[in-house]
């Protein structure tokens, strides 16, 4: 004989449908053993609904609360001013160094990547990004099927700002740094060669719609991509985000929208202190 | 701003947009059900202090990668429940150490038997204690839907498992649950023949 197991906790709380219920009692009606497993089940479901929620004892969540409040620890020293909005530009820059064509609509240069002499404000204070200096990249017929693709394409925006970055302090990135960054930091992705480069500006109206990034949030642009993710037609944006205004970036954030209507349909973080740990 | 309170999903959003207090706001609503459920699986304060400690760890490490296409609470027990099957497994490794239990005592031992549900104190302690004796994958189930009162598609979600197995762990978990505590039926009539028609 086989006994419904799947059924009997449903019967139990009286939740079968008659049809179900038919069966089991009639199964019931000739199994002893279903009989005594049914009543105890009763009283373990009373018994178990005796037990009462109780208080959380204090403390308990104290430090990972702290922990997520505090303003996350440099372990490096923090670099200048400049040295850290020109790193903020070498991050953009990569995507010109390694750029083929860059076409306006009318067909004319009329993209202008972030150079490092032009940059040397973008990163500072409260700018929300240096939008129309980013060009965007057409990886129209690349797929990111997941989100560690897209995890890829933040950490590249990071090394490449590190690089640039010496973290002991000395004397900032040369024209032959950005260019080792750039060349070794070039999109994997879809890169047969490298990217071509077209208007951003839909992009950028894409982002302004979707209120990305918010206000006050210290996040600067580096790196737009117009791709697929998990199939559908979306805008990558990644920037690098500072916990305080006058910081230097400690984290880079991809922000996902859907082509069409601009939804955000995902976004990822990864720090620099998880990049350096291996751990993003 | 918007009047009412903000949802979970929300709240993650602003985080990892820079709002660092809203992590702290998540942890405030959700902190109770966490650590509840921690200590119905895990049995002593202690374990359910650390197992809760480690999911909210967790859930702040990986916020990035919850997607909201489940609730949060979901993602939210599954990561609990991770927890608390980790703490399990290395409880295992470790030595058993002589750590008190809720009521001083050492978990795991037989309980006394109780040949009837006498009083209602004596109930409350024996089930927590036979929970314990429990298989952890029936216990698991049976906390989610008898003890927080969670829908079987939601514990079926948060598991991982199909609602056919949700349904059967249930009823087998009842089941050992009730032997565990030592009950017996409560009206133990005349012995009731193995086929046949049953007196109602």
């Known amino acids: 004989m086989t006994h419904p197991d799947d059924l009997l906790a449903d019967h139990v709380d009286g939740t079968l449908s008659d049809r179900e219920r038919a069966v089991v009692e009639a199964h019931l009606a000739t199994c002893a053993r279903c009989r005594e497993e049914v009543e105890l089940a009763r009283a373990a479901v009373a018994a178990l609904g005796e037990l009462e929620e109780v208080p959380v004892p204090l403390g308990v969540t104290d430090r990972i609360v702290a922990e997520a409040s505090a303003t996350s620890p440099r372990k490096t020293p923090v670099a200048s001013r400049w040295q850290w909005a020109a790193g903020l530009a070498a991050a953009a820059a990569i995507v010109a160094v390694v750029a083929v064509n860059l076409t306006g609509p009318d067909g004319s240069d009329g993209i202008r990547a972030a150079s490092p002499e032009a940059s040397t404000g973008a990163g500072g204070g409260g700018a929300a990004f240096a939008g129309s200096e980013i060009p965007l990249e057409d990886q129209r017929e690349v797929n990111y099927d997941g989100d560690r693709g897209v995890l890829v394409i933040a950490s590249e925006a990071v090394r490449a700002f590190e690089r640039a970055v010496p973290k002991d302090g000395g004397e900032g990135p040369t024209s032959a740094t950005l260019d080792a960054a750039g060349a070794e930091s070039a999109p994997a992705a879809g890169a047969q060669g490298a990217a071509r480069m077209v208007d951003p500006t839909p992009a950028l109206r894409c982002l302004r719609r979707a209120e990305v990034p918010p206000a006050g949030s210290n996040m600067t642009l580096v790196r737009l991509i117009e791709a697929r993710y998990l199939g559908d037609p979306v805008y990558l944006a990644v920037f690098l985000q500072s916990p305080g205004a006058d910081q230097p970036p400690d984290r880079a954030v991809v922000w996902v929208l859907d082509r069409g209507g601009c939804a955000i349909v995902n976004f990822l973080q990864v720090t620099f202190d998880a990049i350096e740990a291996g751990t993003p | ?200």
Request: overall charge negative; charged content about 35%; proline content about 6%.
């Open chain 2, 1 to 200: 701003m918007p009047e009412s309170e903000p949802r979970d999903e929300d709240l993650v959003r602003a985080y990892l947009s820079g709002d660092r207090a809203a992590f702290g706001e998540l942890v405030r609503r959700h902190e109770r059900r966490v650590y509840n459920l921690a200590l119905r699986m895990l049995g002593t304060e202690e374990d359910a202090r650390d197992a809760t400690q480690d999911a909210f760890t967790t859930a702040f490490r990986k916020l990035s990668s919850f997607r909201g296409e489940a609730a949060f609470t979901t993602w939210m027990h599954r990561v609990t429940v991770n927890a608390c099957y980790d703490l399990l497994r290395k409880r295992r490794r470790e030595p058993l150490l002589d750590r008190g239990g809720e009521d001083g005592e050492r978990s795991g031992p037989e309980p006394a038997p109780v040949p009837d549900i006498a009083d209602a104190s004596d109930l409350s302690i024996d089930v927590r204690r036979a929970l314990l004796q429990v298989p952890e994958d029936f216990r698991v189930v049976m906390i989610l839907h008898d003890v927080r009162d969670l829908p079987q598609d939601e514990i079926a979600a948060i598991l991982g498992i199909a609602v056919g197995t949700v349904k059967s762990r249930l009823h087998r978990g009842r089941v050992a649950l009730a032997r565990a505590m030592g009950i017996e039926r409560e009206r133990p009539g005349p012995r009731d023949p193995s086929d046949g028609a049953v007196p109602r």
